[in-house]
């Protein structure tokens, strides 16, 4: 039986070597396989090593201790707790005491949206694991809760600004990415990039898999106002970029899925847009790819510092700034000899319109503030010839 701990007390946190005087630096590394994001964390006395997926959606950070985690510094959150959220469950257990069965413990439930069920508290199986890396043991959830390790660093005495930066690395090839909690640090290599700010917007309807009624979404939504290939505005029914009275529609950034999930009247008229402007630039299409529409014959494609040279994604925000989105980000290579568009068809029943996946995510600087709700992103480092994976060396 495996019995699972939520961190409330980051006081047993030690954040691993790359920590400095007022910056809390994780690093991060994809895993080739699911193509999530994982950081790794030391916790607990002893230190134990624990490899925690990224969430940005995510509520908490939880993690799988087995029959024989224990740990000495081990501080459950109490009910009466200023810090224990008010619709919060009270938990107890029979003992013997250890993290995971402690009494009067502020409740939570355990969220793992690859897994279509919720936990809480010991089950019997490693369910809650479900999907996630082989190596990986729980959650790091960075959303915009009362619990969220952002949230709790904030109101620690560590007092760190309520922000984070957020880099994605393509591969492990070159070395790791990373999340930087306070922000992108000041005086690194980070602090060249120049950042885009948009307003980070708030669904007031949950889309979380278990909430409250009357609960607003604690998951990060832009304002996408429309889309372009390559300058030209596509045509789809724009009211599904705006978020309704029931809080369908809109565009929320995700990194538990790798590849961006569309509506489908937002997918068809992108890949058609796509495959006509790649034709245009005598881009031979070839044979579909599942998941993937359009797959393209790799030597008819040229390159640029971006990545392969396709026609560009602009996601256009408020006020006409623009995101765009480069081959580096929008291509997925299948095989030797093939790359396609790294769009999904979400169907015409998606909840949320736009899922921005952790792909186009990859070696672009992103920061989330928390306070003035704001996302400032980099667009691609590649334009600059920088990558996530060699800004920590
Ligand atoms: C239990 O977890 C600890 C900490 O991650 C690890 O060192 C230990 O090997 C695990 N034991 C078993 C039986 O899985
Ligand atoms: C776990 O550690 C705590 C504190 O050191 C101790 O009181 C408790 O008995 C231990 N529990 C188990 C099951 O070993
Ligand atoms: C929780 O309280 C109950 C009732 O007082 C007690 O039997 C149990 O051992 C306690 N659990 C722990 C982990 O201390």
């Not at 201790?65 to 008010?86: I, Q, W």
């Not at 919060?88 to 250890?98: E, I, Q």
């Not at 602009?314 to 093939?338: A, C, P, R, T, Y």
Request: positive net charge; aromatic residues 8%; contains cysteine.
């Amino acid at each position: 039986m495996a019995s699972f701990t939520t961190l409330f007390t980051i006081l047993t946190i030690a954040l691993l070597s790359f920590s400095c005087s007022s910056q809390f630096i994780l690093p991060i590394q994809k895993d080739p396989l699911t193509k999530l994001f994982y950081t790794s964390l030391s916790i607990g006395t002893p230190q134990h090593n624990f490899n925690l997926v990224i969430d940005l959606g995510g509520p908490i950070l939880w993690y799988d201790c087995n029959k024989t985690y224990n740990s000495s510094t081990y501080t459950p959150l109490s009910c009466d707790s200023k810090h224990c959220p008010n619709d919060a469950g009270c938990t107890s257990c029979d003992g013997p005491l250890k993290p995971g069965c402690t009494n009067n413990t502020c409740g939570a439930n355990i969220i793992n949206t690859l897994a279509n069920s919720i936990f809480s508290d010991a089950f019997s199986d490693n369910e809650p694991l479900k999907n996630l890396p082989k190596t990986s043991k729980g959650i790091l959830g960075l959303a915009r809760t009362q619990l969220s390790l952002p949230k709790q660093l904030s109101l620690s005495s560590h007092k760190l600004p309520q922000k984070f930066a957020l880099c994605l690395p393509s591969s492990n090839k070159k070395g790791l990415g990373g999340l930087f909690f306070g922000g992108v640090p000041q005086k690194s290599s980070f602090s060249k990039f120049q950042l885009t700010t948009i307003p980070l917007i708030i669904n007031p309807f949950s889309t979380a898999p278990i909430f409250t009624l009357g609960e607003a979404s604690y998951e990060y939504f832009i304002d996408v106002k429309s889309i372009k290939v390559n300058g030209e505005v596509l045509n789809f029914k724009s009211s599904l970029l705006s978020i309704d009275n029931k809080g369908n529609g809109g565009t929320k950034i995700s990194t538990m899925h790798s590849f961006t999930l569309l509506h489908s009247s937002i997918y068809k008229p992108l890949v058609r847009k796509f495959v006509k402007k790649a034709s245009d630039r005598k881009i031979k299409k070839v044979a579909s790819v599942a998941p993937f529409k359009a797959c393209f014959d790799l030597s008819t494609i040229g390159r640029t510092n971006a990545g392969l040279d396709v026609p560009t994604v602009d996601l256009v925000l408020q006020g006409g700034v623009e995101w765009k989105i480069f081959g580096g980000n929008s291509m997925v290579l299948v095989n030797k000899k093939v790359a396609c568009f790294g769009f999904v068809d979400g169907g015409k029943e998606t909840r949320t319109s736009i899922v921005i996946g952790g792909h186009i995510l990859e070696d672009n600087l992103l920061e989330f503030d928390l306070v003035s709700s704001k996302l400032g992103f980099s667009s691609s480092l590649l334009l600059h010839n920088a990558r996530c994976s060699n800004i920590i060396t």
